[in-house]
């Protein structure tokens, strides 16, 4: 069974700052995908950045980066430069869409 | 291009009543999702649809949900009788296929239980 970990419940953070989102899995597939996924107050989830196993290097969406240590079984998003419409739940998630509990994100000026 | 139809938006319904939520995927996408999210929480996987045929729905609880998407396109989640517990968002995403690819979401549908 796969399984999705994000420790951290909430994330503070100060316009222009980069913060990193922490997620570990945890899966017996050989070959899999890690998505993250942004969900803002209004309740809709927002499609961010996705890293397949066997992709060598790391995926980068615009300011949004996934640090992939597949050793470590990790899958960490950066966002570079945060900014106020960074304030959000922030989710990681698998095939078939299996998500972890989520972090909030506080992006303060 | 069209985004997930759901409706409605939100619902208020007593605990023993039925209440339905529709949803219409991206037109061409064969897999369908219904996801529970509680408040605070992360969404739950419902069911999946594979076209019109059911890959996953094994955290249905199926004394009282049931879903069906006939035709293999649109699709309706349904709850008899409802509990106070089943207060959440029901989210419906839609993906060209199976596993790998990008979902996409729709509003959501708020349904609280009195």
């Known amino acids: 069974a796969q399984k999705i970990t994000q420790t951290q419940p909430g994330m503070f953070v100060q316009e222009k700052e980069a913060v990193t989102l922490d997620c570990t899995y945890d899966?017996?597939?050989?070959?899999?995908?890690l998505f993250w996924y942004k969900q803002p107050s209004s309740g809709e989830m927002i499609f961010l950045i996705y890293?397949?196993?066997?992709?060598?290097q790391n995926a980068t969406e615009g300011r949004y980066s996934l640090n992939f240590q597949k050793a470590r079984k990790s899958a960490n998003l950066v966002i570079s430069a945060s900014q106020l419409g960074d304030s959000a739940m922030y989710f990681c998630?698998?095939?078939?869409?299996?998500f972890g509990k989520g972090t909030t994100l506080s992006v303060s000026s | 291009e069209a985004g997930v139809a759901q409706s409605p938006r939100y619902k208020i319904i007593e605990k023993r009543q039925s209440v339905a939520f529709w949803c219409n995927p991206i037109s061409g996408h064969a897999t369908l999702y219904w996801y529970q999210q509680i408040l605070g929480q992360g969404p739950k996987l419902l069911i999946q649809f594979q076209n019109n045929g059911v890959v996953d729905d094994s955290q249905l609880p199926k004394d009282r949900f049931s879903a069906e998407r006939l035709k293999g396109v649109d699709s309706t989640l349904k709850i008899q009788p409802a509990k106070l517990e089943d207060s959440a968002v029901y989210l419906c995403a839609s993906s060209l296929q199976e596993g790998w690819t990008e979902a996409f979401f729709g509003q959501g549908t708020r349904l609280t239980v009195v």
């Open positions: 890293q397949g196993s066997y992709d060598e």
């Open positions: 998630a698998m095939p078939a869409l299996i």
């Open positions: 899966t017996s597939d050989q070959s899999y995908g």
